[in-house]
T-cell receptor, first 114, second 106 residues
Framework: DGGITQSPKYLFRKEGQNVTLSCEQNLNHDAMYWYRQDPGQGLRLIYYSQIVNDFQKGDIAEGYSVSREKKESFPLTVTSAQKNPTAFYLC?????????????FGPGTRLTVL | KNEVEQSPQNLTAQEGEFITINCSYSVGISALHWLQQHPGGGIVSLFMLSSGKKKHGRLIATINIQEKHSSLHITASHPRDSAVYICAVSQGNLIFGKGTKLSVKP
């Protein structure tokens, strides 16, 4: 089955620790995205990648880092510099970054920082 | 002011009712997307449209580019339609509305 997976579904970390969220896709998509969702707010773009070994900051990149070493994988690290890391994180992928490309979303990871 | 506004924020309906969710945007766009988010958090794409109207089963989406407005209609609503419906506009990257939470009661 083709799709996009995120792990784990729930993640708990102590304040001050870095944590890495996994995102893998087997759809052969070039573009991948990370979004953050907070209660009562729309999804906000953290980082995106149009191609392997390249990525760009989104609207709220501060306190986050990413890598794109393989086409299938786009892990997100939430660093201790992120002031409010508790949120629901969604990964997505698309064939390209054209406005007409449908984005396919993973099931999300709910991060709670204690 | 948000670039993408949805109304209503919350909507409760009885099974079988006709439902309309509205989306207004203030920026120039190439395309508009309607997405559905289930209680578990996963999101699926329902429609992508840049003009006119699209229909899929009981779902209909329309867009008026001149008025910068789109509507999502659900005919003969069912409890399984209960979800958050999200409007997003594309200028390249997506700009998302805050979503409309729909609850359909049996």
């Amino acid at each position: 089955d083709g799709g996009i997976t995120q792990s784990p579904k729930y993640l708990f970390r102590k304040e001050g620790q870095n944590v890495t969220l996994s995102c893998e896709q087997n759809l052969n998509h070039d573009a991948m995205y990370w979004y953050r969702q907070d209660p009562g707010q729309g999804l906000r773009l953290i980082y995106y990648s149009q191609i392997v070994n390249d990525f760009q900051k989104g609207d709220i990149a501060e306190g986050y880092s990413v890598s794109r070493e393989k086409k299938e994988s786009f892990p997100l690290t939430v660093t201790s510099a992120q002031k409010n890391p508790t949120a629901f994180y969604l990964c997505a992928s698309s064939l390209g970054t054209s406005a007409y490309n449908e984005q396919f979303f993973g099931p999300g990871t709910r991060l709670t920082v204690l | 002011k948000n670039e993408v506004e949805q109304s209503p924020q919350n909507l409760t309906a009885q099974e079988g009712e006709f439902i309309t969710i509205n989306c207004s945007y203030s920026v120039g766009i190439s395309a508009l997307h309607w997405l559905q988010q289930h209680p578990g958090g996963g999101i699926v794409s329902l429609f992508m449209l840049s003009s006119g109207k699209k229909k899929h089963g009981r779902l209909i989406a329309t867009i008026n580019i001149q008025e910068k407005h789109s509507s999502l209609h659900i005919t003969a609503s069912h409890p399984r339609d209960s979800a958050v419906y999200i409007c997003a506009v594309s200028q390249g990257n997506l700009i998302f509305g805050k979503g409309t939470k729909l609850s359909v009661k049996p």
